[in-house]
């Protein structure tokens, strides 16, 4: 028994004892990198907060010089002696914390916007403010006490470029110009705050971004501006208060941020000690690489926060390796064999094998009747399974069956719901046609029969007018013609067809004459290319019908003033010779989702105005010739129907 527990110790505690110490490892490693991860996150988070800061500065500065330079009262000191705008700009300064104001007429400052982009700028109308290196000179120039300022002494530091300076001189400035265009005084309005010793500046900063004491407490977290490599704003110390003024940057975080422009997120030596830091290139307004940004805390008491968890990682590695032993024997004995193949066989089941068993097991305690039972349990799956599996192939069997039945109804439904709406259309256009044909033929009758007492009663004295009653007479045959077709449309099969050889250029250039009124009182200019073309055969009446129906339509579609233009000519079509009409209008076309109902009975884009029957006649008799009509919206405005129709076959044209 003894040598039993032994081996199960044994077996136990070997991966325990050889992986514990790698995972240990690989866990502390993968903790170590993660740890230094999230501080490298802070420190990008920090950075971050610096420069927002650091351009809140520059927009507010740009913000509040605008509103000096669009005051009233700065527009009146342009006018006042020059002590009261002495005193003025100095107000002005000491409120807005600025280094230097001063106003530059139009002239001045365009000599200067040559120098400097921001007051060029300025000049054209737009305000901005940018980060500038002025030269010890120019500020001089602004102020004495800004130059002496402005110079810091070059300190030797290990691991930086080397160096010849001994100081610089050079000022880091805030620069910001806003235009200025009153009554009587253009210019630019400049002003700027030194950065160099602006201790103000660069502790605002560091308060910002180090707010908890986790990074910022007991001068864990700095910030520094530099110019070039050099520190001219900074909390970092170099001794107990003396701060780093002058200290450089290593050449390693120069190299990366100044010559190559990225921007730095590692550990730092800073003076004289590691720092978590972050640096960012700052860029003036010529778009150059002048200084850097930075901000970062002490690497010290983070490094001993993690040795401190490695120590107690490997404290409870010990602690939990020797409690092991004596747990695993006392719950080890009976387990493992049983549960493994429980273990196994519920693996398998679920990859779907619903086929595996335990089998007999040697234990005759609760785990062998656990898995005697989970066997009974595994059985009855098995067997509901294959039931489910039926029953689902005879469900989806008659899913199929009725989805089938379903769509063969709901077709046959579709279809005859679109055959009655057909015929209630097709019946109502019969009860229409027969009262319209009634009522037309009745006043018919009586002008053709005023139209002859005319020529009885004037006799010769007709004949000025002869051409005018004859045309009378035509159209008034035309009607009955149209009558006739519109009855022949409801009823086609009451009548027979009464076709023809028909020469189109001629019979449009008719029905251009029969709505010369419409054209001619719409004010609309009429453009057509009618080419000889063959003959075709068709009932000239009904092609009549046709294009004056096309050329009404186009009329009332441009309502007013428009271009009419109509084209002939032969026209090939699935290898058949034709002939093709092109009736086109500069209308607003039709809406592209109501091109396929135009042609339907009743469909009409003006209700009220029509009956909507129209379209659909001339597409019945179109047809009925063997032709096809369509219609598209042309690219540049209106719609264009199209008549095709076949071209009179050789052996049937006349001689």
């Known amino acids: 028994m003894t040598s039993v527990r032994l081996r199960l110790l044994i077996l136990a505690l070997t991966p325990l004892i050889v992986l514990m110490p790698l995972l240990l490892v690989l866990g502390m490693s993968r903790w170590t990198a993660d740890y230094d991860e999230v501080l490298i996150a802070n420190v990008e988070s920090e950075l971050r907060i610096a420069n927002q800061y650091l351009a809140r500065l520059l927009a507010q500065t740009g913000n509040e010089l605008d509103a000096v330079a669009g005051s009233v009262e700065f527009a009146q000191q342009l006018d006042s002696p020059a002590a009261e705008q002495a005193a003025f700009f100095a107000e002005i300064q000491d409120r807005l914390g600025l280094d230097f104001l001063q106003f530059l007429p139009i002239g001045v400052a365009v000599e200067d916007g040559e120098d400097w982009p921001v007051i060029a700028r300025a000049a054209r109308g737009q305000s901005g403010a940018e980060i500038d290196v002025f030269s010890n000179a120019r500020l001089a120039r602004l102020n004495d006490a800004l130059a002496v300022r402005a110079q810091v002494p070059v300190i030797d530091t290990p691991a930086a470029v080397p160096t010849d300076r001994k100081i610089e001189d050079r000022g880091m400035v805030v620069h910001a110009a806003s235009p200025v265009d009153l009554d009587g005084a253009q210019g630019v309005l400049v002003g700027g705050m030194l950065l ?19 990074t910022g407490g007991d001068r864990q977290g700095t910030a520094t501006l530099f110019l070039d490599d050099l520190r001219i704003s900074t909390n970092v110390r170099l001794f107990e208060d003396v701060r780093a003024l002058g200290t450089r940057v290593s050449a390693e975080v120069r190299e990366a941020v100044l010559i190559d422009g990225r921007t730095w997120l590692d550990r730092a030596f800073v003076v004289n000690d590691w720092y978590i830091s972050g640096y960012q290139p700052i860029t003036d307004s010529f778009g150059e690489r002048v200084g850097m940004l930075y901000v970062g805390f002490l690497e010290a008491p983070f490094a001993q926060a993690k040795q401190e968890a490695f120590w107690w990682m490997l404290a409870a590695f010990f602690a939990v390796l020797a409690l092991s032993a004596p747990v695993f024997l006392w719950l080890a004995r009976g387990i493992f064999s049983p549960l493994e193949r429980m273990t196994k066989v519920m693996h398998r089941v679920g990859k779907g094998e619903l086929s595996a068993r335990i089998g007999a097991v040697p ?8 898995a005697h039972h989970l066997d009974w349990l595994l059985e009855q799956v098995q067997e509901r399974d294959r039931q489910l599996r039926s029953w689902n192939d005879a469900l989806n069997q008659r899913v199929d069956q009725r989805t089938a039945e379903l769509r063969e109804a709901n077709e046959k439904l579709e279809q005859t719901f679109r055959q009655l709406v057909m015929s209630e259309k097709l019946a109502s256009i019969g009860e229409i046609t027969a009262g319209v044909a009634h009522e037309i033929n009745n006043p018919v009758a009586v002008i053709m029969g005023n139209v002859d007492v005319i020529r009885e009663t004037l006799g010769p004295d007709a004949e000025p007018v002869a051409t005018e009653l004859g045309l009378i007479d035509r159209q008034l045959s035309r009607i009955e ?14 009548f ?5 050889n028909i020469a189109l250029r001629p019979l449009v250039q008719d029905c251009l004459v029969l709505v010369d009124h419409l054209i001619s009182r719409g004010g609309i200019e009429v453009h057509y290319d009618l080419d000889e073309v063959p003959p075709v055969r068709a009932d000239s009446g009904e092609i009549q019908q046709v294009v004056v129906n096309l ?18 000519s032969p026209e090939d079509r699935d290898g058949m010779a034709g002939v093709a009409l092109s009736v086109q209008d500069s209308g607003p076309g039709v809406p592209e989702a109501l091109l396929r109902s135009l042609f339907d009975p009743f469909f009409t884009t003006k209700p009220g105005e029509g009956t909507g029957l129209g379209l659909s006649i001339s597409q019945t008799l179109i047809q009925r010739a063997g032709g096809i009509i369509t ?11 199209t008549v095709w129709l076949p071209q ?7 001689p």
């Not at 219609?631 to 129907?641: K, L, T």
Request: charged letters at 20%.
């Open 631 to 641: 219609v598209r919206n042309r690219a540049e405005g209106g719609a264009a129907f």
């Open 496 to 500: 027979s067809d009464c076709e023809h």
């Open 551 to 568: 050329v009404v339509n186009a009329v009332q579609a441009m309502q007013g003033a428009g271009r009419l233009a109509l084209y002939l």
């Open 648 to 654: 009179t076959p050789e052996d049937a044209a006349p």
């Open 363 to 370: 234990a005759r305690d609760e785990i062998g009747a656990v």
């Open 196 to 214: 160099n010793r602006n201790l103000n500046f660069i502790d605002t900063i560091n308060d910002l971004v180090y707010l908890n004491a986790v």
């Open 481 to 494: 013609v149209i009558v006739g077709k519109l009855l022949k449309f409801a009823a086609p099969s009451e």
